[in-house]
């Protein structure tokens, strides 16, 4: 290639596809070897900024435990094989217009794989097109969807907002789109001589990085947010004259609610006053009816049109991973083809999914790593990394962005599309051809040189999902949607919320060097991941380990280090009949009866470098509950393990290392982090309520801060 010059890197665009949204990049090449990845400064809502996962998935590209080929049983697949063996599924399901062929995808936005899935679906109307995400995201779509009629999807504008409520949503790092939320916020959080600061409240039942920068933090658990979210809506509505069955609904939803009534009248007020520039955002694990809620809130507001709108994200149908299970259950499924993903690890407990997919006379298995979904299937097909591949996708506002490959493939291997285009019988089979059809279809003018464009900007300016016109119209059973009362958990019964891993994710990151030594944002654990529990639920389990020390007068450490390590029990999770052993974490912040697991961990089938990291939640996580689920308990086995950990020490120990003010502080003393001294600073997670009162004897603030009313803690504010 006449421009490689030794030692001088070329660059090129490209995108990362990722759930809810593709991440565009930019990267960096020498002599033809991807080495490094940044965001595409051409995307101006990120403005060249980039994830975690998308800068490691460079290791990705040259992990040695990845397919280095294709395989049926126990013989290899060449690439001749290969096309024979798509090109026979694919006749033969044509003659049976699809009858018994069945598909298993991971949700994609990407245009040429929406025209291949419709182009096998007209050849095959029989066939079956189910997709499935170990982290679902549906919810807030299907509350949006049920409002429209048609596929759509909130959208939030955080630059507009003055007042922020965040009802179990981690929209700084855990929900989609959090990239451009992140920044949006940071953008309301600088302080200016014209404008003060944005103020965000935070009702969450775990610790997030969205809580730890809340100005108002309030820890309940998971299953009493809508009873929160009817109690906030019911003093909007009031406020702003809406009534009737709407608002009947919210006081319905309120009733029982053990929230702190001084938290929600303050957080409704500044609400209220704020108006159009208020928002209320409920998190992808909440039910539809909360959802639904939050956006009857915010048009009560006024805030639609400005701090949020809704897109029509023209989503194809798919059947749900449940539906196909009972489809094969019943014999209708005779080929079934699972690309990407790995449902025999991470589907839902009930589905027992390893056996029902060795149900099936034929299972085709496209994957990047060989792992326990293609263990449990007949042929095992290597997938192409994206940096070795042609595609497309769009952004999470539907911006439609490039994947162009930066290295021929390692190893024989083909991407999604190309598979796809196999089993369609079409005439066109490889990525770039493919790609620039889809593309040639959506322009006019000269479709080469616009392609060309295409690939040098990494993008198609304006072509973000189109908006919807008109402010959705809540309705009362809209509001009711996927919401069931709970009892409040309690010691003997818990709560457990089960969150996607901040940096293996769903367990695809599992076999990754650089995303396993991360530290967790909250935890600090590299490695592991481990049954997180409150420091009241620790006591009353006997597994806290607190040492107190001459100093340590703003915290007691929770958990036991010896020489460096992290010596923690091991507790046996039991919900709804199924179990799960991990060690336990203590961390402050949680809802007092809510335990936290991580997914993405305790892999069977995996590289070197994932095998042996964490235990597996999926065991214990059911269709009922997969993000909440409740009736839980933790027993103590008397058992302990190290586990790794990168921060063992929290308390300042009488020292101002982090030194904080609010807006009005800092507007009298700008200088103010110049004239703190020697004084013990508390963790914003237990406020003022931390701090042992000068008259107050040891054993009277243990009793308060741990055995007392759980009110007094969580509802104290951290400022």
């Known amino acids: 290639v006449t421009e490689i010059v030794p030692g001088l890197p070329l660059y090129y665009a490209t995108a990362m596809p990722q759930r809810g949204g593709a991440v565009p990049l930019i990267a960096e090449t020498h002599q033809g070897r991807p080495t490094k990845l940044e965001g595409n400064p051409s995307y101006k809502l990120l403005g060249g900024s980039s994830s975690l996962r998308s800068q490691a998935s460079l290791l990705d590209l040259y992990d040695p435990d990845r397919s280095h080929g294709s395989s049926k049983g126990s013989e290899e697949l060449d690439v001749a094989g290969v096309n024979d063996l798509l090109a026979s599924v694919g006749a033969i399901s044509m003659s049976k217009l699809g009858k018994g062929l069945a598909f298993l995808a991971e949700p994609s936005k990407s245009p040429t794989r929406a025209a291949l899935v419709a182009r096998i679906r007209k050849a095959m109307p029989h066939a079956v097109w189910a997709e499935y995400d170990a982290v679902d995201l549906s919810n807030p779509q299907m509350a949006a969807t049920a409002i429209y009629g048609k596929d759509a999807r909130p959208y939030y504008r955080l630059d507009r907002a003055t007042r922020i409520l965040s009802l179990d949503a981690d929209f700084l790092s855990g929900e989609p789109g959090s990239l451009v939320m992140a920044r949006d916020y940071a953008a309301t959080r600088r302080v200016t001589e014209e404008g003060g600061m944005s103020r965000l409240y935070v009702a969450e039942s775990h610790l997030t990085i969205t809580g730890s920068c809340s100005d108002h933090r309030l820890r309940v658990a998971s299953s009493a947010i809508p009873a929160l979210a009817g109690a906030i809506a019911t003093k909007v509505f009031k406020a702003t004259g809406q009534g009737g069955e709407l608002a009947a609904a919210a006081a319905r939803l309120a009733e029982g609610s053990e929230v702190d009534a001084h938290w929600i009248d303050a957080c409704a007020a500044d609400l209220i006053e704020a108006g159009a520039s208020a928002l209320v955002m409920a998190g992808f694990g909440q039910p539809a009816g909360v959802h639904a809620l939050a956006f009857a809130i915010n048009t009560a507001l006024g805030g639609f049109g400005k701090t949020f709108l809704?897109?029509?994200?023209?989503?194809?149908?798919?059947?749900?991973?449940?539906?196909?299970?009972?489809k094969i259950k019943a014999g209708g499924v005779q080929t079934l083809i699972v690309l990407g993903g790995n449902p025999a690890y991470n589907a839902p407990a009930d589905l027992d999914w390893e056996n029902v997919q060795k149900s099936v006379g034929q299972v085709i298995r496209h994957g990047y790593h060989f792992d326990e979904t293609s263990a449990a299937a007949?042929?095992?097909?290597?997938?192409?990394?994206?940096?070795e591949s042609w595609g497309d996708d769009r952004t999470w506002d539907g911006t439609i962005v490039a994947i162009q490959p930066m290295i021929m493939p390692l190893f024989p291997s083909l991407s999604e599309i190309e598979l796809l285009a196999r089993i369609a019988g079409d005439e066109v089979t490889d990525g770039y051809s493919l790609v620039h059809r889809t593309f040639a279809k959506g322009t006019t003018g000269n479709a080469d040189k616009l392609f060309r464009k295409f690939l040098h900007d990494g993008l198609i300016e304006n072509t973000y999902w189109p908006k919807f016109p008109e402010a959705p119209a809540v309705t009362a059973a809209m509001v009711a949607t996927g919401v069931s009362s709970v009892a409040a958990p309690t010691a003997?019964?818990?709560?457990?919320?089960?969150?996607?891993?901040?940096?293996?994710?769903?367990?695809?990151?599992?076999?990754?060097?650089?995303?396993?030594?991360?530290?967790?944002?909250?935890?600090?654990?590299?490695?592991?991941?481990?049954?997180?529990?409150?420091?009241?639920?620790?006591?009353?389990?006997?597994?806290?380990?607190?040492?107190?020390?001459?100093?340590?007068?703003?915290?007691?450490?929770?958990?036991?280090?010896?020489?460096?390590?992290?010596?923690?029990?091991?507790?046996?999770?039991?919900?709804?009949?199924?179990?799960?052993?991990?060690?336990?974490?203590?961390?402050?912040?949680?809802?007092?009866?809510?335990?936290?697991?991580?997914?993405?961990?305790?892999?069977?089938?995996?590289?070197?470098?994932?095998?042996?990291?964490g235990f597996d939640a999926n065991k214990v996580r059911t269709s009922s509950g997969m993000f909440i689920?409740?009736?839980?308990?933790?027993?103590?086995?008397?058992?302990?393990?190290?586990?790794?950990?990168?921060?063992?020490?929290?308390?300042?120990?009488?020292?101002?290392?982090?030194?904080?003010?609010?807006?009005?502080e800092y507007r009298e003393e700008p200088n103010f982090a110049n004239e703190f001294g020697m004084q013990a600073e508390t963790p914003p997670i237990y406020g003022t309520v931390g701090k042992r009162g000068p008259d107050e004897s040891e054993e009277a603030y243990e009793k308060r801060l741990h055995g007392g009313n759980p009110l007094s803690v969580q509802t104290i504010l951290p400022r």
């Not at 994200?313 to 009972?326: R, T, W, Y």
């Not at 007949?378 to 940096?387: E, I, K, N």
């Not at 100093?551 to 919900?575: M, T």
């Not at 950990?645 to 003010?661: D, L």
Request: glycine residues 10%; aromatic residues 6%.
């Open 629 to 664: 689920a409740s009736g839980a308990t933790l027993t103590v086995t008397g058992e302990e393990m190290i586990i790794a950990n990168t921060q063992e020490h929290w308390a300042m120990e009488g020292r101002a290392i982090v030194r904080e003010a609010n807006l009005e």
């Open 492 to 613: 003997q019964s818990l709560e457990v919320r089960f969150e996607a891993d901040m940096k293996v994710d769903d367990g695809r990151g599992a076999n990754n060097g650089w995303l396993q030594e991360c530290p967790d944002p909250i935890t600090k654990l590299t490695w592991d991941n481990a049954i997180l529990v409150s420091p009241r639920l620790a006591k009353e389990l006997g597994v806290d380990a607190r040492k107190v020390g001459m100093l340590q007068v703003a915290r007691r450490d929770q958990n036991l280090f010896l020489l460096g390590r992290q010596h923690s029990p091991i507790v046996e999770l039991k919900v709804g009949g199924r179990t799960v052993r991990g060690p336990v974490y203590v961390q402050p912040g949680l809802a007092n009866y809510t335990v936290v697991v991580t997914l993405g961990y305790g892999r069977r089938v995996t590289g070197h470098i994932g095998t042996g990291a």
């Open 378 to 387: 007949g042929v095992h097909l290597a997938a192409s990394h994206y940096l």
């Open 310 to 326: 809704f897109h029509d994200v023209d989503a194809p149908a798919a059947a749900s991973i449940g539906e196909l299970a009972a």
